[in-house]
């Protein structure tokens, strides 16, 4: 199986930030990875598919880049409402697996 | 507006088959474009993907509950299905389905979830 890490695993930041977590393969993908939001209680939510590529209704200030092993989701300008765990997907090979998360709290 | 909306029991008893269907409405099962699947997430943890089906019936399983793991399609029901049997405590999640991308792997499409606990 692909293994999936994300760091940092939670971290804490102000309205207006730009916070960036970053996602590592145990492999190459290429470009085959997606980052959810997920709230409690609620199913997660797709922000980027396919490493780069803004899912529809999703705010711009949400970007994701890379290739390969190593691809990063950044949130340009903090806001209240992304207060979350966010999680990186590969979608490479059968297992699909997901990275351990990344809780963002709001300061 | 696509919807999936899962279903079954909330409470399995220890060594017995967890049975959950997932309804598909507003789009069609047969949509040879995607993937359905089901994903699952113990409480306070992250998310475990466990398999998809195609509309033709291909299965594509989590090898580690392969043993385990039966994914059905009814296409004429639009709806799938997830069994997992000989469940114990570690299988007490909150179950999602999806839909998944056939080209990139995405799920854009999930169910609100649903907690299964295994108790006697």
């Known amino acids: 199986d692909i293994q999936m890490t994300q760091s940092p695993s939670s971290l804490s930041a102000s309205v207006g930030d730009r916070v960036t977590i970053t996602c590592r393969a145990s492999?190459?993908?290429?470009?085959?990875l997606n980052w959810y939001q997920q709230k409690p209680g609620k199913a997660p939510k797709l922000l980027i598919y396919?490493?780069?590529n803004l899912q529809g209704g999703v705010p711009s200030r949400f970007s994701g880049s890379g290739s390969g092993t190593d691809f990063s989701l950044t949130i340009s300008s903090l806001q209240p409402e992304d207060s979350a765990s966010y999680y990186c997907?590969?979608?490479?090979?059968?297992?699909?697996?997901f990275g351990q998360g990344t809780k963002l709290e709001i300061k | 507006q696509l919807q999936l909306q899962e279903s079954g029991p909330g409470l399995v008893k220890p060594s017995e088959t967890l049975s959950l269907t997932c309804t598909v409405s507003g789009g069609s099962i047969s949509s040879s474009s995607n993937y359905w699947g089901w994903v699952r997430q113990p409480p306070g943890k992250g998310l475990e993907w466990i398999g998809s089906i195609y509309y033709s019936g291909s299965t594509y399983y989590n090898p580690s509950l392969k043993s385990r793991v039966t994914i059905s399609v009814d296409t004429s029901n639009n709806q799938f299905s997830l069994k997992l049997s000989s469940v114990s405590a570690s299988d007490t999640a909150v179950y999602y389905c999806?839909?998944?991308?056939?080209?990139?792997?995405?799920?854009?499409?999930w169910g609100q979830g649903t907690l299964v606990t295994v108790s006697s």
């Open positions: 396919a490493a780069s």
């Open positions: 997907q590969q979608s490479s090979s059968t297992p699909s697996t």
């Open positions: 492999q190459s993908i290429t470009n085959f």
């Open positions: 999806a839909r998944r991308d056939k080209t990139y792997g995405y799920s854009a499409y």
